[in-house]
């Protein structure tokens, strides 16, 4: 037995406190927003007179986009500094930097990137001026290893925190914030557990006539408990003895409305956390449509500012004044958050390509295929088209006074009918004498 041992602890009136990760929703909406951030490349881009290109890599880039340190990957990396930013509410990365001397003057390289412990993390201000500033900010890491002590220049550390400061300086975790909401969860979890373990039987009653003095109570509710309680003996028979009656108190978790205050526990935390209820496996309002714009209801609501965040502590500690003038900065790809199937992709690029918004080389890159050659097609429309409205004018106006000019000819005027009177009555005379 030792002194952290359950048996010691209840021997002595003292429970051991359980992880707040142990509750199921907690755990969920940490999972859920360290692998959201984690499962996005970070992209090296600078801005041109032509517009933003992806710029060349370099040995700083490298180790954003590659390899942060010898034992981690990125997406191993920014998933481990995401948990403890939302789990401590502050998260601390080490830049290990080294001075690399030449014939006139020298320059600091950027080695490598290191995750510190939040809670093996504590901030100084240094208001007496007693290092190398008054106000300024130290961050003192203690190794929790060896317990050496080690102090850090702000310039040496990103420091990333959660949206709930009052300082600025600090985030407060959402855990302290939401104590007693979360251990009410765990409370009803433990209680789940012991129906479980006790083969979801209820207590029951023993009622008897007579006396029974402490020993002979105890070894009777021993004999009833072991027939009766845990899950071994779910299905058996219980022996009562004559004269005695055993009653089950029926405490139904429908009554006591059980599975909806849990449910309404589980919403409050996620809420906390801006995870949307279908991430949390609550599909009870909402459908397929309803899932697609809760996922970009979470993107613009609670990863924007994460992003965000990420973004401008990284291009102010990792690159140089040099840099940021000439253009370059780093940025997260967020489009992979909103990947679709094969159908829309396709007419999406389709439509991009056909629009001269993207080259049909970078569509194909998109797709993770190789350059192909240029073709261009000329479309050929399958009717004429008129040479010019005016002209077209112009042709029918001609074809008008034309008709016109015909039908004045034929029509009859008053000297052309008097015309032909006289020839009628002449031609009559000569037929008559």
Not at 5 to 13: C, D
Not at 45 to 62: L, N, V
Not at 97 to 123: P, T
Request: net charge positive; glycine share 6%; charged share 30%.
């Amino acid at each position: 037995m030792t002194l952290n041992s359950p048996s010691f602890l209840e021997s002595m009136g003292l429970s051991r406190r359980r992880k707040t990760t142990s509750e199921v929703t907690y755990f969920t909406c940490l999972k859920m927003l360290s692998e959201t951030l984690a499962k996005m490349p970070i992209k090296y881009y600078q801005r041109t007179d032509k517009g933003i290109i992806e710029a060349e890599q370099t040995d700083t880039s490298r180790l954003l986009t590659k390899r942060p340190n010898p034992f981690m990957t990125p997406t191993v990396f920014w998933n481990t500094v995401e948990i403890n930013r939302n789990h401590y509410g502050n998260a601390y990365v080490y830049i290990r930097k080294k001075f690399i001397r030449k014939k006139y003057g020298g320059e600091v390289k950027i080695l490598d990137l290191w995750v510190m412990q939040s809670n093996c993390v504590q901030i100084v201000v240094d208001d007496a001026g007693i290092f190398a500033g008054k106000g300024r900010l130290w961050y003192v890491y203690t190794d929790p290893t060896s317990g050496s002590q080690y102090v850090f220049d702000t310039s040496e550390v990103m420091h990333f925190k959660t949206s709930f400061s009052f300082d600025g300086v600090t985030g407060l975790p959402v855990q302290q914030i939401l104590r007693d909401t979360i251990s009410g969860a765990s409370a009803s979890q433990r209680y789940m557990n012991s129906l479980y373990e006790s083969g979801l039987t209820a207590k029951a009653t023993l009622e008897y006539t007579g006396e029974l003095n402490d020993k002979a109570k105890e070894a009777l509710v021993k004999s009833f408990e072991d027939f009766g309680s845990g899950a071994r003996n779910t299905g058996k028979i219980i022996p009562v003895p004559l004269g005695m009656k055993l009653t089950p108190l029926d405490i139904k978790l429908s009554d006591s409305q059980f599975f909806e205050l849990k449910k309404y526990t589980a919403l409050q935390i996620a809420a906390a956390f801006g995870v949307k209820p279908n991430q949390i496996n609550d599909y009870s309002k909402s459908s397929y449509a309803n899932s697609e714009l809760q996922q970009l209801s979470f993107y613009v609501d609670t990863e924007l500012f994460v992003i965000k965040q990420y973004e401008e502590e990284i291009n102010y500690k990792m690159l140089t004044d040099e840099e940021q003038d000439d253009g370059f900065y780093y940025k997260y790809n967020e489009k992979v958050l909103f990947r679709t199937d094969s159908k829309t992709q396709m007419e999406y690029l389709k439509n991009g390509v056909s629009g001269s918004i993207m080259k049909p080389n970078e569509a194909r890159r998109k797709l993770d295929l190789p350059d192909g050659e240029q073709h261009i097609r000329k479309v050929k429309s399958s009717k004429r088209r008129p040479k010019n409205r005016s002209n077209r004018r112009k042709k029918q106006s001609r074809t008008q006074s034309s008709r016109t000019q015909q039908d004045n000819r034929t029509k009859p005027t008053r000297q052309r009918t008097r015309k032909n009177r006289r020839e009628v009555n002449n031609h009559g005379k000569e037929k008559t004498f």
